[in-house]
């Protein structure tokens, strides 16, 4: 059984074009190429999710900056 999914992707000229010259420099093949693109698109997603979050839940405590969270841990550290 195949561990792996086959996609068509249309992908401007251009664009192939330069991923096909940055395959060959990097002695990837092209589906090496993009499966990493995603992994590094869906990592900086899924952290300005966490930072979405995060920031949220810092505002509905009162904390709206980085110089508070220094007080804060500041205050707790004495």
């Known amino acids: 059984m195949r561990k792996t999914r086959v996609w068509a992707l249309s992908i401007p ?20 190429l993009v499966r990493e693109a995603l992994r590094q698109y869906i990592a ?17 405590i009162g904390v709206y900056d980085e110089d508070m969270v220094e007080r804060m841990i500041d205050d707790l550290r004495q």
């Open 13 to 32: 000229p251009a664009l192939a074009q330069k991923a096909e010259c940055l395959a060959r420099r990097e002695n990837r093949s092209r589906s090496e």
């Open 44 to 60: 900086s997603r899924e952290w300005e999710a966490m930072q979405a979050t995060a920031a949220h839940r810092a505002r509905k």
